[in-house]
C-alpha cells in the first residue's frame, strides 16, 4: 500500500506513478469515501489492531503501572526505574492470524475502490497479504509475524490522513468554495484564509482536541525541486515541473488541491448524489457529470434538467450558460450585420439542436459541448462561413 510516494506538478497537471490527472481530481476522489464507508474502514483496522498491537499493549501497560507505582517515592531514582519493554513479535494462533489476515485484505478491498488508491497502491502490499491466506505450520515464527506486523501498520497513517483531509476539506468545500459568488483562484484563497481562522474553526478541522490520534496538519515536510523537462516527449514545448517526495498521503492530497485551486479547479459536492467533483472554468454548477444514482443512463446533471425549467433552475447549468453565451453572441453578430436574420436562425436551431442532445444523453461533457458551440464549430456545421471579426464598412450608395 502507500507508504510514501514521488509525484510531478506539470502546469494544471499532476502525474503519478506515471499517470496525469487534473489538478484537484485525485483529491476528489478520495473525498469520495463516505463518512459511512470510512467507519467501517476504520472499524476494520482497529479489530486488526488489537491483534497486531495485542503482546505489546500488555508489556507496556505493565511498564506504566511499574512506572507510576515509583514515581512517588520519597528517594527518586531514575535508574532503578523498570526499563520500557521491547516488542516481542510473538505470533498469535493460526486461527487468529487467519481472522487478522481476511480483515486485512477486506479493508484493502474497499480503499481500492477509489480512484487515488488506484494510482498510489503498491500492488505487492496485497500479494503479501494473499500469501497468508492459508496459515501454515511453518509460518508461525517470530521472524515472519515481525514482517507481517510491521508491513501491516504501513495502513494506520494513511487511514488517519483519510479522515484528517476528508472531514477538514469537506466543511471548506461545502461550507465556503460553494457559497462563493465569484469563484477564482483569488477568491479560493481568501475562502480558505477565512475558513481555517474562524471562531469555530477547530470544530471543522480535523485535531487532535476533538479527535485523538487525528491531525490536519498545517506544515509539511516535503522534498521539492524544481526542473525543466517538455510537456509531452518529443513535444519541443518546456515547461519548469515541480517534482515531490512525499512521506504522507496527506501531504500529496493538500497539493493536489490547493495547487488545483490555484489553477482555477474547483471541487464541488453534487447536490443530487453527493458526490465530489473536478469544476474548471469559475462555474458555479450543482450537479455532476457523472451518472446519476437514479438512472445511470444519464448524469445528474441531466436529470436536473429534465426535472426542472432550464431557464429558472438550471441557471448555475455550465451547459446552459455556454448554450446563453452562445445566443447573446449570435444575437450580437446579426445585430451589426455580420450575419443575416435567416443566418441566425438556422445558427441558433442548430445550437438549440446540439444543447438539446448535450442534457438528454452522456455524449458530451461541459468542455466539450463548449468547443461544440464555439464559432468555428458551429457555422461549420451550418455550412455557414464565419464572419469576419469587427464591424462590417458601410456600403457606398453611390
Not at 5 to 13: A, E, H, N, R, T
Not at 161 to 166: A, E, G, K, L, Q
Not at 225 to 249: C, D, K, V
Request: contains cysteine.
Amino acid at each position: 500500500m502507500f507508504s510514501d510516494c514521488v509525484f510531478w506538478v506539470k502546469g494544471d497537471m499532476i502525474e503519478v506513478n506515471g499517470q496525469e490527472f487534473m489538478l484537484g481530481e485525485l483529491s476528489a476522489s478520495c473525498l469520495n469515501i463516505t463518512p459511512k464507508e470510512y467507519e467501517e474502514i476504520y472499524g476494520l483496522y482497529q479489530s486488526a489492531e488489537l491483534i497486531l498491537d495485542k503482546e505489546f499493549g500488555e508489556k507496556s501497560a505493565q511498564w506504566a503501572m511499574d512506572m507510576i507505582g515509583n514515581w512517588d517515592k520519597a528517594e527518586f531514582d531514575a535508574d532503578k526505574l523498570p526499563n520500557e519493554p521491547g516488542l516481542e513479535y510473538t505470533p498469535p494462533g493460526k486461527e487468529e492470524w487467519q481472522r487478522l489476515n481476511d480483515t486485512l485484505l477486506k479493508l484493502c478491498g474497499m480503499i481500492l475502490r477509489h480512484k487515488i488508491f488506484q494510482v498510489l497502491a503498491d500492488p505487492k502490499y496485497v500479494e503479501m497479504l494473499e500469501q497468508f491466506n492459508i496459515i501454515s505450520d511453518d509460518m508461525l515464527t517470530s521472524e515472519t509475524w515481525k514482517g507481517y506486523v510491521e508491513t501491516a501498520h504501513i495502513l494506520d497513517p494513511i487511514i488517519n490522513d483519510i479522515y484528517d483531509f476528508n472531514k477538514t476539506i469537506y466543511y471548506f468545500v461545502t461550507d465556503n468554495i460553494m457559497h462563493l459568488k465569484k469563484c477564482d483562484p483569488e477568491n479560493y484563497a481568501a475562502a480558505y484564509y477565512d475558513f481555517i481562522t474562524a471562531p469555530n474553526a477547530y470544530k471543522k478541522i480535523a485535531n487532535p482536541i476533538n479527535d485523538p490520534y487525528m491531525s490536519y496538519s498545517f506544515t509539511d515536510n516535503l522534498d521539492m525541486n524544481l526542473i525543466p523537462m517538455e510537456t509531452a516527449e518529443g513535444s519541443g514545448e518546456y515547461i519548469i515541473a515541480e517534482y515531490y517526495h512525499a512521506e504522507r498521503l496527506q501531504s500529496l492530497l493538500k497539493v493536489d488541491f490547493f495547487k488545483g485551486l490555484m489553477v482555477g479547479h474547483q471541487i464541488r459536492r453534487c447536490l443530487n448524489c453527493n458526490s465530489f467533483f473536478i469544476v474548471n472554468g469559475g462555474y458555479k454548477t450543482k450537479y455532476c457529470d457523472m451518472p446519476s444514482p437514479e438512472n445511470p443512463n444519464r448524469t445528474c446533471n441531466q436529470m436536473a434538467f429534465a426535472k426542472k425549467k432550464p431557464k429558472e433552475k438550471n441557471a448555475d447549468n455550465p451547459k446552459y450558460q455556454s448554450y446563453q453565451r452562445c445566443i447573446a453572441r449570435l444575437t450580437k453578430s446579426c445585430q451589426r450585420g455580420a450575419v443575416t436574420e435567416a443566418e441566425k436562425r438556422t445558427l441558433l436551431a442548430k445550437a438549440e439542436a446540439l444543447y438539446h442532445t448535450a442534457m438528454t444523453s452522456p455524449e458530451f461533457t461541459n468542455e466539450e459541448f463548449e468547443q461544440q458551440l464555439n464559432s468555428a464549430s458551429l457555422y461549420k456545421l451550418c455550412g455557414i462561413a464565419p464572419p469576419k471579426k469587427g464591424r462590417p464598412g458601410k456600403k457606398n450608395d453611390k
